[in-house]
């Protein structure tokens, strides 16, 4: 009993962390493993996570592991919640200790840096093909899921057992209602491409415009998210859900979202580099921005907003000369299918 759980969480950072506390508390003996053993001695300690969500106490059944074998030994349910460039790393680390019986589900939002890949293919490459996937993505701040505040996520795999028992495992009446879907694609893809546009959003608000730009940047930002979904074989409907407009509404607009308040200090004249130490946590659309970017070059898919964003991390373009390029382009229709 003492070393065996429901589930096991890799990645004890404050989404980890948030998603172990909300399993604890559905009565599921939840291990949470973290790469460095002086954390996971802090937790167990503390009884919290002080240094990613402070003064949330982790309930009895969430036990703080240092030990990956140890960790991934005691269930045969995995759910992987590190940042997308480590994913593959984790992963790896992860392989040789699986059980033959493991599943793997993932809340990391992100593409495979350099290549924009699917974190779907990453898996696959690392792992092969034999173990059920699963994705959770939708609108969902750490603090506020830790703290028990009422929120709604999606949920999509490759194997409906799995994904109907991890719904049971997650699903809490008071505090977390977790739709099944069956877009395995677009549930990775919006959680990737929604980091980008709330940095958008960010520098918007940063440069000192209103609601009516940040309105339309999410709106039209929306549009690149399911045309780029579309070109890879998404639903353009799943768009219109948790992990589509759910999750830019919620990331454009508070200031909660990392990703907003990297684009809000780069718009008011902040560095990257000063920006990113000063948010300690990770911010996924960084790296995001440039796999977002190549994946849309890569299938034809024009994403001016992405493209904005883009000269402006990594070519040096002012954000206020993004915001009159993305202005100044030609008349069209809302609704044509091209740019
Ligand atoms: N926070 C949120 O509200 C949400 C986050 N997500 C997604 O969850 C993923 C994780 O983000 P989040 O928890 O917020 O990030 P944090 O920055 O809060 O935590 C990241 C965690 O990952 C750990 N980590 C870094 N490198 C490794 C490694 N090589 N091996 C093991 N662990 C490692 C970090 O450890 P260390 O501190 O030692 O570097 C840290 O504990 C991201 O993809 C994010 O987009 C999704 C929905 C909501
Ligand atoms: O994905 C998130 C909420 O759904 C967290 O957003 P940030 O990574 O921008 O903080």
């Not at 599921?28 to 002086?38: A, I, S, Y």
């Not at 490459?125 to 506020?144: H, M, Q, R, W, Y």
Request: charged letters at 20%; proline letters at 4%.
């Amino acid at each position: 009993m003492k070393n065996t759980a429901d589930i096991t969480v890799l990645g004890a950072g404050s989404y980890g962390t948030a998603l172990a506390i909300s399993l604890a508390s559905n009565g599921h003996r939840t291990m949470l493993w973290g790469h460095e053993p002086e954390h996971i001695e802090n937790l167990k300690n503390d009884k919290s996570n002080e240094a990613f969500l402070p003064g949330i106490p982790l309930p009895d059944l969430l036990i703080p592991e240092a030990d990956l074998a140890t960790a991934l030994a005691a269930s045969n349910n995995v759910l992987v919640v590190v940042p997308s460039h480590v994913f593959g790393l984790v992963l790896t680390q992860a392989k040789p200790l699986l059980r033959k019986d493991s599943r793997i589900v993932w809340a990391t939002k992100g593409l495979e840096p350099e290549t924009g890949r699917l974190i779907q293919d990453v898996a696959r490459e690392v792992i092969g093909d034999e173990f059920p996937l699963a994705v959770l993505s939708g609108p969902t701040f750490a603090k506020e899921l830790a703290a028990g505040m009422p929120t709604a996520i999606s949920i999509a795999g490759t194997d409906p057992q799995f994904t109907k028992d991890l719904v049971e495992l997650l699903h809490s009446p008071k505090r977390l209602r977790v739709y099944a879907n069956d877009d395995f694609i677009g549930l990775q893809l919006g959680g990737a491409v929604k980091n980008v546009i709330a940095i958008g959003a960010g520098l918007s608000d940063g440069i000192g415009f209103g609601a009516n730009a940040r309105t339309a940047l999410i709106t039209r930002g929306l549009v690149e998210l399911t045309r780029l979904g579309e070109a890879l074989g998404a639903q353009g409907s799943t768009f219109m859900g948790m992990a589509g407009l759910g999750d830019l509404v919620l990331t454009c607009t508070d200031n909660q979202s990392r990703n907003r308040r990297f684009g809000l200090a780069l718009g008011k004249g902040c560095d990257v580099e000063t920006a990113q130490d000063e948010i300690g946590q990770v911010v996924e659309g960084y790296r995001n921005t440039k796999e977002v970017y190549t994946l849309a070059k890569r299938l034809g898919v024009e994403m001016p907003i992405t493209e904005q964003v883009y000269q402006v991390l990594y070519k040096g373009k002012s954000p206020v000369d993004a915001a009159k390029e993305l202005l100044s382009r030609e008349q069209k229709s809302e609704t044509s299918s091209a740019e």
